[in-house]
């Protein structure tokens, strides 16, 4: 976005509460931007006047010109008070003042930002570090002072974690486009920075640690439009209840679902990381590293043991080790010792010195046919380990046409090694697992995404919307069982027929419609659990038994539930026995609209064995999401079963996901269970809400 140049390349800045005392944040942004090497006019703000590092400090914002960015650093009351004044000069406000949202002080963090948007200028904060800017430079922030520049941008919504990752990558050598602190995003969110980012010709890969999205459906949106060049990683805090709990104290943020979070991430081919570790690991590799060409990945070891947990690695993570012997042996066979091992992991044997590792990762850089390269070492007791450095660091140079990893595995030698390889940006690690784990990511995020297609769904909609109005005559957010069908009926799903009936002629008619035998159940919004109190009956075989059934349901419900409205009796049609699923979709606070999809009974009661997607959902991430789900092979087909038909549950939570974002009223909805057969699926039983209208 064109409007946050000045943001991220300001041409003055005025810090508002600078400080004459060392230590003092308003001190250090000062101390920060001068060093920084920042070309533009600096204007320090402190009523006491005087001079701070050699610069005049003004008594008030009004005795400056106007600049494009106002960095406050005064008591929350006081930010408030200035916020107007602060407007009138600047284009944006970073306001690093704590005490806002976080605290509870909900009403002062929107008086200032309303204040600075009458006024045309845009907040960052508050609640934040600061913001570095490899474009300017400017290091404007109150965190470490000397900041690489780089290609990895990072945009964290906790402070002290983002002055902690700018001491932990000048320590890995790790170079910074920016680091962008949001802080409580009462104005400016990740999806401005993000559009920003998206356009910065510096930044290669983003890092963005998040506790919470309000905004999460405007977020997936743009990160979908993200170029192919670069690469979004992302650090979600509150994955365990406990976490989320501590999320909504932290920043005033509101988790939602963890799983729904993960499904969106993958929708929009963001990739989560597990672990701040994981995370930097992840992003300084795909910083420094070409996208491979294929997928055929070759490990160069000096140690068996090691080899094997490499490869053991890349099965969990799925990732391809060539095996084409003749290809393998014709490659390195110049360079294999007698008892070397030309099967991948390639084993040079515990001999190999600085000399041999050249010739077998030169062997392996030049072999077209291998795609990514994972280079190991185990530091043995009389090797040269500088030997070892050199011979990896001037190959990898050299070539640099395809990834290539390493892990030095031993003790304060290898240490040392690997700190070196860093510094020439080369990606090196003491632990075999982080290797593969960072490969793993390196091929994740170069995968093809494939573009959304959709397709218009039939649907009656003018049925659907009398139906949800009539609820809402009757000031219902529940709808009756019937009505839940007649929608999705509405909506294209397989519904076998079904009547509604309020007596035991209308009952026995029904019956003979639809053909026995038949089931019966109460229909009464008072009335969740209907088999519990003696309101359902199945397997009914004929008019007698559709009587005697009528009569018992009416008084098993009266005697139980006394004070529940039966509204009469929901007829159906009797089914075969299939594999039983469930298809959901609820409301989620962050993305909206969600879908669900798991088997039935003990898989999604008791294992919890679900998936979601933010809906709507094109077929091709529907077929991923039902792969997704552990008891997937029992679609597939088990012991002599034949396959069920995924793709009638694929058209179903297509029709689903449309029908719950063209009806924004519908808030919630239980297809449980979806039947699936061999051919066909059929919908049995179904519950849906709808939202409260104000």
């Not at 006019?41 to 914002?61: A, C, D, T």
């Not at 845009?122 to 690489?148: M, Q």
């Given at each position: 976005?064109?409007?946050?140049?000045?943001?991220?390349?300001?041409?003055?800045?005025?810090?508002?509460?600078?400080?004459?005392?060392?230590?003092?944040?308003?001190?250090?942004?000062?101390?920060?931007?001068?060093?920084?090497?920042?070309?533009?006019?600096?204007?320090?703000?402190?009523?006491?006047?005087?001079?701070?590092?050699?610069?005049?400090?003004?008594?008030?914002?009004?005795?400056?010109?106007?600049?494009?960015?106002?960095?406050?650093?005064?008591?929350?009351?006081?930010?408030?008070?200035?916020?107007?004044?602060?407007?009138?000069?600047?284009?944006?406000?970073?306001?690093?003042?704590?005490?806002?949202?976080?605290?509870?002080?909900?009403?002062?963090?929107?008086?200032?930002?309303?204040?600075?948007?009458?006024?045309?200028?845009?907040?960052?904060?508050?609640?934040?570090?600061?913001?570095?800017?490899?474009?300017?430079?400017?290091?404007?922030?109150?965190?470490?002072?000397?900041?690489?520049?780089?290609?990895?941008?990072?945009?964290?919504?906790?402070?002290?974690?983002?002055?902690?990752?700018?001491?932990?990558?000048?320590?890995?050598?790790?170079?910074?486009?920016?680091?962008?602190?949001?802080?409580?995003?009462?104005?400016?969110?990740?999806?401005?920075?993000?559009?920003?980012?998206?356009?910065?010709?510096?930044?290669?890969?983003?890092?963005?640690?998040?506790?919470?999205?309000?905004?999460?459906?405007?977020?997936?949106?743009?990160?979908?439009?993200?170029?192919?060049?670069?690469?979004?990683?992302?650090?979600?805090?509150?994955?365990?209840?406990?976490?989320?709990?501590?999320?909504?104290?932290?920043?005033?943020?509101?988790?939602?679902?963890?799983?729904?979070?993960?499904?969106?991430?993958?929708?929009?081919?963001?990739?989560?990381?597990?672990?701040?570790?994981?995370?930097?690991?992840?992003?300084?590799?795909?910083?420094?590293?070409?996208?491979?060409?294929?997928?055929?990945?070759?490990?160069?070891?000096?140690?068996?043991?090691?080899?094997?947990?490499?490869?053991?690695?890349?099965?969990?993570?799925?990732?391809?080790?060539?095996?084409?012997?003749?290809?393998?042996?014709?490659?390195?066979?110049?360079?294999?010792?007698?008892?070397?091992?030309?099967?991948?992991?390639i084993d040079i044997t515990g001999q190999a010195g600085g000399e041999e590792y050249?010739?077998?990762?030169?062997?392996?850089?030049?072999?077209?046919?291998?795609?990514?390269?994972?280079?190991?070492?185990?530091?043995?007791?009389?090797?040269?380990?500088?030997?070892?450095?050199?011979?990896?660091?001037?190959?990898?140079?050299?070539?640099?046409?395809?990834?290539?990893?390493?892990?030095?595995?031993?003790?304060?030698?290898?240490?040392?090694?690997?700190?070196?390889?860093?510094?020439?940006?080369?990606?090196?690690?003491?632990?075999?697992?982080?290797?593969?784990?960072?490969?793993?990511?390196?091929?994740?995020?170069?995968?093809?995404?494939?573009?959304?297609?959709?397709?218009?769904?039939?649907?009656?909609?003018?049925?659907?919307?009398?139906?949800?109005?009539?609820?809402?005559?009757?000031?219902?957010?529940?709808?009756?069982?019937?009505?839940?069908?007649?929608?999705?009926?509405?909506?294209?799903?397989?519904?076998?027929?079904?009547?509604?009936?309020?007596?035991?002629?209308?009952?026995?008619?029904?019956?003979?419609?639809?053909?026995?035998?038949?089931?019966?159940?109460?229909?009464?919004?008072?009335?969740?659990?209907?088999?519990?109190?003696?309101?359902?009956?199945?397997?009914?075989?004929?008019?007698?038994?559709?009587?005697?059934?009528?009569?018992?349901?009416?008084?098993?419900?009266?005697?139980?539930?006394?004070?529940?409205?039966?509204?009469?009796?929901?007829?159906?049609?009797?089914?075969?026995?299939?594999?039983?699923?469930?298809?959901?979709?609820?409301?989620?606070?962050?993305?909206?609209?969600?879908?669900m999809f798991g088997l039935g009974g003990i898989y999604v009661e008791v294992m919890?064995?679900?998936?979601?997607?933010?809906?709507?959902?094109?077929?091709?991430?529907?077929?991923?999401?039902?792969?997704?789900?552990?008891?997937?092979?029992?679609?597939?087909?088990?012991?002599?079963?034949?396959?069920?038909?995924?793709?009638?549950?694929?058209?179903?939570?297509?029709?689903?996901?449309?029908?719950?974002?063209?009806?924004?009223?519908?808030?919630?909805?239980?297809?449980?269970?979806?039947?699936?057969?061999?051919?066909?699926?059929?919908?049995?039983?179904?519950?849906?809400?709808?939202?409260?209208?104000?």
């Amino acid at each position: 976005m064109q409007e946050l140049e000045a943001l991220f390349n300001p041409k003055s800045v005025a810090i508002v509460g600078a400080s004459h005392h060392e230590g003092k944040i308003g001190h250090t942004v000062v101390k920060n931007i001068i060093s920084s090497g920042y070309k533009g006019k600096i204007y320090p703000i402190n009523p006491k006047g005087g001079e701070i590092l050699g610069l005049k400090v003004y008594r008030s914002i009004e005795e400056v010109d106007n600049v494009d960015i106002a960095l406050i650093v005064v008591p929350a009351h006081i930010a408030v008070e200035i916020i107007e004044d602060v407007a009138k000069k600047a284009k944006f406000a970073i306001v690093i003042t704590s005490g806002f949202s976080e605290v509870g002080n909900i009403e002062g963090e929107k008086k200032l930002v309303e204040n600075a948007r009458k006024h045309g200028m845009r907040v960052l904060g508050p609640n934040v570090f600061g913001i570095y800017s490899a474009k300017a430079p400017i290091n404007a922030t109150f965190g470490p002072e000397k900041i690489r520049k780089g290609n990895i941008a990072v945009v964290s919504q906790s402070g002290a974690l983002g002055i902690a990752m700018i001491g932990r990558v000048a320590e890995e050598n790790i170079g910074l486009s920016a680091i962008v602190s949001i802080g409580n995003k009462a104005d400016l969110t990740e999806v401005e920075i993000l559009s920003y980012l998206f356009k910065d010709d510096l930044t290669k890969v983003i890092f963005l640690y998040i506790e919470g999205l309000e905004n999460g459906r405007e977020f997936l949106n743009i990160a979908k439009k993200k170029p192919k060049e670069k690469s979004i990683i992302v650090l979600k805090a509150g994955r365990s209840k406990a976490g989320a709990r501590a999320v909504a104290s932290h920043t005033g943020s509101l988790a939602g679902s963890d799983a729904i979070f993960d499904a969106a991430f993958r929708q929009a081919g963001i990739l989560r990381a597990e672990s701040l570790e994981d995370g930097l690991n992840w992003v300084t590799t795909i910083a420094s590293s070409p996208p491979p060409k294929g997928k055929n990945v070759v490990i160069v070891t000096n140690g068996g043991g090691l080899g094997v947990i490499a490869a053991d690695a890349c099965e969990k993570y799925g990732l391809h080790l060539f095996n084409d012997m003749e290809v393998l042996r014709k490659t390195f066979q110049d360079v294999m010792p007698e008892f070397g091992s030309y099967k991948n992991p390639i084993d040079i044997t515990g001999q190999a010195g600085g000399e041999e590792y050249r010739q077998a990762l030169e062997k392996a850089f030049s072999e077209d046919s291998i795609h990514a390269i994972l280079a190991l070492y185990c530091e043995r007791g009389d090797a040269e380990l500088e030997e070892i450095r050199d011979a990896m660091a001037e190959v990898h140079k050299k070539y640099g046409n395809k990834p290539a990893l390493y892990t030095i595995f031993g003790g304060e030698g290898a240490t040392h090694i690997i700190q070196s390889l860093k510094k020439q940006g080369i990606p090196a690690f003491s632990d075999v697992e982080d290797a593969v784990s960072a490969l793993y990511a390196l091929y994740k995020v170069h995968e093809k995404k494939e573009e959304e297609k959709f397709e218009e769904v039939e649907m009656n909609e003018e049925k659907i919307r009398k139906i949800i109005e009539e609820a809402y005559k009757e000031r219902r957010h529940r709808l009756l069982s019937h009505e839940a069908k007649e929608i999705l009926l509405s909506a294209g799903l397989d519904v076998p027929p079904f009547y509604f009936v309020k007596s035991i002629e209308e009952a026995i008619d029904s019956a003979n419609k639809i053909g026995y035998p038949v089931a019966m159940k109460v229909v009464s919004e008072g009335i969740i659990h209907k088999t519990d109190v003696g309101g359902v009956v199945l397997n009914i075989e004929n008019e007698r038994e559709v009587a005697e059934a009528y009569e018992a349901i009416m008084e098993n419900c009266k005697r139980n539930v006394p004070k529940a409205r039966i509204r009469g009796v929901e007829i159906s049609k009797m089914l075969e026995k299939g594999v039983e699923t469930i298809i959901g979709a609820t409301t989620d606070i962050s993305f909206g609209k969600v879908v669900m999809f798991g088997l039935g009974g003990i898989y999604v009661e008791v294992m919890k064995d679900v998936s979601f997607r933010v809906a709507p959902v094109p077929k091709k991430e529907i077929r991923r999401m039902i792969r997704e789900i552990e008891s997937y092979p029992l679609l597939e087909g088990v012991r002599g079963e034949k396959r069920k038909d995924i793709e009638g549950i694929v058209d179903s939570i297509y029709k689903v996901g449309m029908l719950v974002s063209k009806f924004e009223e519908i808030s919630e909805l239980d297809i449980n269970p979806l039947i699936v057969y061999e051919k066909g699926v059929k919908v049995v039983d179904a519950r849906m809400s709808i939202k409260v209208r104000k």
